[in-house]
């Protein structure tokens, strides 16, 4: 097993994980969980002659609005990086996700990359209370976003140059051909 998660092994957990900044800084301890934001597609809704209802259709390569939110335990100085809403900034995610080999049993690693870029909506700087974290957050509009499993493309999207990659297929080529 080399470490691919496939059908020839069992993914199992998120063994680890470190978080990035922009400059490619580690952010130590910042953070115990992120939950990435969800890639909602627009949708316009079909109805008409020859066709039986509505429904509703994506268009291709076209998300809803994305927010992230990042996290932070405590302020620190490492958060005033993100203030500036007028320039792009955001965060990249890297871990080493656990599989197993079903036929042996052996257990390996995959590496897991996630970077999200986009402009700070907001600060939250928390709350304060002794012997607890400030359980502070910073929220970015998400203009783009790569989510990568042993260095393949699983998705890409970007926003503002009209990529949108599925498993290494960019779906909005033809698109941009077109256009």
């Known amino acids: 097993m080399a470490g691919k998660i ?7 957990v998120l063994n680890g994980f470190n978080v990035y ?5 580690k952010l130590i301890g910042i953070s115990d969980s992120v939950t990435l934001a969800p ?3 627009i949708t316009t809704n ?23 939110e990042i996290p932070f335990r405590t302020l620190y100085h490492d958060i005033t990086k993100f203030v500036d809403h007028s320039k792009v900034t955001g965060v990249t995610l890297r871990g080493a996700i656990q599989v197993t080999d ?8 995959s590496q897991m990359r996630v970077v999200v870029r986009g402009k700070t909506l907001e ?3 928390g709350s304060a209370k002794s012997g607890e974290a400030f359980n502070a957050s910073m929220k970015l509009e998400v203009l783009y976003m790569l989510i990568e499993v042993d ?17 290494n297929e960019d779906i909005m080529d033809k698109v941009r051909r077109l256009c």
């Open 123 to 125: 600060i939250n700087p």
């Open 46 to 68: 079909i109805n008409g002659a020859g066709i039986g209802g509505e429904y509703a259709a994506p268009v291709i390569g076209h998300t809803q609005s994305m927010q992230q």
């Open 151 to 167: 260095g393949e493309k699983l998705i890409e999207h970007d926003k503002l140059n009209e990529i949108f990659v599925v498993n």
């Open 21 to 25: 900044d922009h400059d490619g800084g």
């Open 102 to 109: 079903p036929s042996t049993g052996v257990t390996d690693y």
């Open 6 to 12: 496939g059908i020839n092994s069992i993914p199992e």
């Open 39 to 41: 890639l909602a597609m």
